[in-house]
Nanobody
Framework: QVQLVESGGGLVQTGGSLRLSCAAS????????MGWFRQAPGKERELVAA????????YYIDSVKGRFTISRDNAKNTVYLQMNSLKPEDTAVYYC?????????????????WGQGTQVTVSS
């Protein structure tokens, strides 16, 4: 069993930055692929960024390319999402998720463990 705890959300102005962290329990973290999802009110949950077990492969949705960076530190059992140049449309609850597959998937159903979410609000 893996438990995921997100932190780092908050209120920021347009153009600002936040760094989300997701701390994982368990000794198998380094073998899991990880994803950051978000869900805005009235919208479906979407994958924002994902990273393979080694960190060598990453994925971003088009709307965050060049602004967000996903990374991981397997020694600290932590995955990060650095968010720069934030826009009001980035406002959502952000969730961290882990997949037992070492290679990321774009499907929500491929992820086995989920965090409780952290709110990100970008004011205009």
């Amino acid at each position: 069993q893996v438990q995921l705890v997100e932190s780092g959300g908050g209120l920021v102005q347009t153009g600002g930055s936040l760094r989300l962290s997701c701390a994982a329990s368990g000794r198998t973290f380094s073998s899991y692929s990880m994803g950051w999802f978000r869900q805005a009110p009235g919208k479906e949950r979407e994958l924002v960024a994902a990273i393979n077990w080694s960190g060598a492969g990453t994925y971003y949705i088009d709307s965050v390319k060049g602004r967000f960076t996903i990374s991981r530190d397997n020694a600290k059992n932590t995955v990060y999402l650095q968010m720069n140049s934030l826009k009001p449309e980035d406002t959502a609850v952000y969730y961290c998720a882990a997949s037992r597959s070492g290679y990321y998937s774009r499907s929500n159903f491929a992820y086995d463990y989920w965090g409780q979410g952290t709110q990100v609000t970008v004011s205009s």
